[in-house]
């Protein structure tokens, strides 16, 4: 069982930035690939950024691609997602995710949702 728990939503303004953190418990953190998910209202949740076990492994969405950057601390259970660049369009709801042995694209493949956190970006 893995527990998530996200931080570091906001409100911020167009062209700035923001950290989301994702704060994991449970057993073999580093078995677990890690995802961060969006969803905004009336849209369908879409993937963000994912990352493998070790972390050395990193993709993105092509919306997202030069602008944020995912990275995760096995020591401290912890994953994050650095959002530089931002537009209104990334205002959304923000989900980290863990699949074990794993770190699809695909939502439905991961085994554990964090609660969310808020991102607004105002024009």
């Known amino acids: 069982q893995v527990q998530l728990v996200e931080s570091g939503g906001g409100l911020v303004q167009a062209g700035g930035s923001l950290r989301l953190s994702c704060a994991a418990s449970?057993?073999?953190?580093?078995?677990?690939?890690l995802g961060w998910f969006r969803q905004a209202p009336g849209k369908e949740r879409e993937f963000v950024a994912g990352i493998w076990l070790s972390g050395i492994t990193t993709y993105y969405a092509d919306f997202v691609k030069g602008r944020f950057t995912i990275s995760r601390d096995n020591a401290k259970n912890t994953v994050l997602l650095q959002m530089n660049s931002l537009k209104p369009e990334d205002t959304a709801v923000y989900y980290c995710?863990?699949?074990?042995?794993?770190?699809?694209?695909?939502?439905?493949?991961?085994?554990?949702w964090g609660q969310g956190t808020q991102v607004t970006v105002s024009s």
């Open positions: 449970g057993r073999s953190f580093s078995s677990y690939g």
């Open positions: 995710a863990a699949q074990y042995l794993g770190a699809t694209m695909t939502a439905s493949t991961y085994d554990y």
